[in-house]
């Protein structure tokens, strides 16, 4: 208890206390009552990451989920090499997320990268894939299900093999085919899987900060800076940090707001 106190509840309430102050780093604390959460309101960047980290996180997250679901139905079958398919589905999970970043710059690069090298030879122009506002965001978004969807996949996977295959054949014995089996049998019987993954996944998105970091630093402009993202540059580069404990704890809350409706609402679809 003791450990946590310090490593947890210590900076989580120290935190809180120096989102009402003005410091520096290494000056004095003036407390400053709410002025850091009255300025976010005229934050023309916290609104760009705010909007960014809402487009990421949406864009992202029905993607890791079905894609990983999809994958997981698939490998869940009898095939020939299935193991070394199901680990090169989840290679990129153990891959740094700077060197899966910087491997992803080159594939995006404008002039030499592998995409565009493909789109010129079937006649197509070059995409500006991450320094133009209309394609850095969604090359991100890529980059993000790319690199987590093999960690859905393996819960997925583990929750459909404990479905008991009894169930299935007296399904088929009753004639159900197979969309029906799986709307009415495997659904249901993964749901608690579904929602663990719903909520890691909507935590990881909103917090995203390594892959726009090194891929486009947040830009061009601002067009692909996060909310987390944007507290390290007030944090460590402009040195505001009480400004930087009031983002993040506006993160907190927007966090913490989500995953309470995702429990409320679950009570209606999970079943244990």
């Given at each position: 208890m003791a450990v946590i106190s310090v490593f947890v509840a210590y900076p989580i309430v120290s935190s809180f206390i120096l989102s009402f102050q003005d410091w520096n780093l290494v000056g004095t604390k003036e407390w400053t009552g709410f002025t850091n959460y009255q300025r976010l309101s005229k934050d023309s960047i916290f609104k760009d990451a705010l909007r960014?980290?809402?487009?990421?996180?949406?864009?992202?997250?029905?993607?890791?989920?079905?894609?990983?679901?999809?994958?997981?139905?698939?490998?869940?079958?009898?095939?020939?090499?299935?193991?070394?398919?199901?680990?090169?589905?989840?290679?990129?999970?153990v891959c740094s997320s700077v060197a899966a970043a910087l491997m992803w710059q080159w594939l995006y690069d404008t002039n030499f990268g592998f995409l565009n090298f493909l789109l010129r030879k079937i006649g197509l122009g070059p995409v500006p894939w991450i320094t133009s506002d209309k394609w850095a965001m969604p090359s991100v978004i890529a980059v993000s299900v790319w690199k987590d969807v093999g960690y859905n996949m393996v819960i997925f996977l583990a929750s459909l093999q404990d479905v008991p295959a009894e169930i299935y054949e007296a399904a088929k014995i009753d004639g159900a085919g197979r969309w029906t089996m799986f709307r009415y049998i495997t659904?249901?019987?993964?749901?608690?899987?579904?929602?663990?993954?719903?909520?890691?996944?909507?935590?990881?998105s909103?917090?995203?900060?390594?892959?726009?970091?090194?891929?486009?630093?947040?830009?061009p402009g601002t067009a692909t800076i996060s909310l987390v993202q944007y507290i390290y540059k007030c944090a460590f580069q402009f040195f505001r940090m009480g400004y930087a404990s009031a983002v993040a704890y506006v993160l907190f809350l927007i966090v913490l707001g989500f995953t309470i409706l995702q429990m409320r609402f679950a009570r209606r679809w999970v079943h244990y």
């Open positions: 960014n980290t809402a487009y990421f996180s949406f864009g992202s997250i029905p993607g890791k989920i079905l894609l990983a679901l999809f994958l997981a139905l698939l490998l869940n079958k009898r095939v020939f090499g299935l193991k070394a398919f199901r680990t090169i589905y989840f290679l990129p999970v659904l249901p019987l993964i749901s608690p899987a579904t929602l663990f993954v719903t909520i890691m996944s909507v935590i990881s909103f917090r995203v900060f390594d892959v726009t970091t090194v891929l486009t630093g947040g830009g």
